[in-house]
């Protein structure tokens, strides 16, 4: 996990990806990712959620991080522990004005931008930023087995 991020359960699993910032990659990228989420027991409902913010979160750090340059790196970190999903992405780029976004109301688009950040926290139960908004850190709470 980058610096500044610790686990605090024990039994906690995680692994680093890298992936090049460009369109061609990300199917591949979203792919890998998902495959590591699968393997260690989301269920559908979980992964289904996951899909959706993942997928817009890299196309966010593609397009405005990397400007689709296939030389940068978007560099992604997965733990998985009893409790949550947690996904982390951290591109190159300047990042954008993170205060713009805050908002009582999380279905309102408050940037001259798309539904992105809307549809993410709608799906995940926190989405927060880091780097000046050049990171962006998902957390999906794991259901409670039925």
């Given at each position: 996990?980058?610096?500044?991020?610790?686990?605090?359960?024990?039994?906690?699993?995680?692994?680093?990806?890298?992936?090049?910032?460009?369109?061609?990659?990300?199917?591949?990228?979203?792919?890998?990712?998902?495959?590591?989420?699968?393997?260690?027991?989301?269920?559908?409902?979980?992964?289904?959620?996951?899909?959706?913010?993942?997928?817009?979160?890299?196309?966010?750090?593609?397009?405005?991080?990397?400007?689709?340059?296939?030389?940068?790196?978007?560099?992604?970190?997965?733990?998985?522990?009893?409790?949550?999903?947690?996904?982390?992405?951290?591109?190159?780029?300047?990042g954008f004005d993170v205060a713009a976004t805050e908002t009582a109301d999380f279905s309102v688009n408050t940037t001259g931008h798309g539904r992105g950040i809307c549809l993410m926290r709608s799906l995940m139960n926190d989405v927060s930023y880091g780097h000046g908004g050049?990171?962006?850190?998902?957390?999906?709470?794991?259901?409670?087995?039925?």
């Amino acid at each position: 996990m980058p610096e500044g991020y610790q686990s605090v359960e024990q039994e906690a699993i995680s692994r680093e990806f890298t992936f090049p910032g460009n369109s061609e990659s990300m199917v591949a990228a979203r792919e890998s990712v998902m495959a590591f989420i699968k393997e260690n027991g989301a269920n559908e409902g979980e992964e289904i959620d996951i899909f959706g913010a993942l997928q817009e979160s890299l196309a966010n750090a593609i397009l405005h991080g990397c400007q689709n340059d296939g030389a940068k790196t978007i560099r992604c970190w997965v733990e998985i522990d009893p409790s949550a999903f947690t996904i982390i992405i951290r591109d190159p780029g300047p990042g954008f004005d993170v205060a713009a976004t805050e908002t009582a109301d999380f279905s309102v688009n408050t940037t001259g931008h798309g539904r992105g950040i809307c549809l993410m926290r709608s799906l995940m139960n926190d989405v927060s930023y880091g780097h000046g908004g050049s990171e962006v850190r998902l957390r999906k709470l794991r259901e409670p087995p039925s």
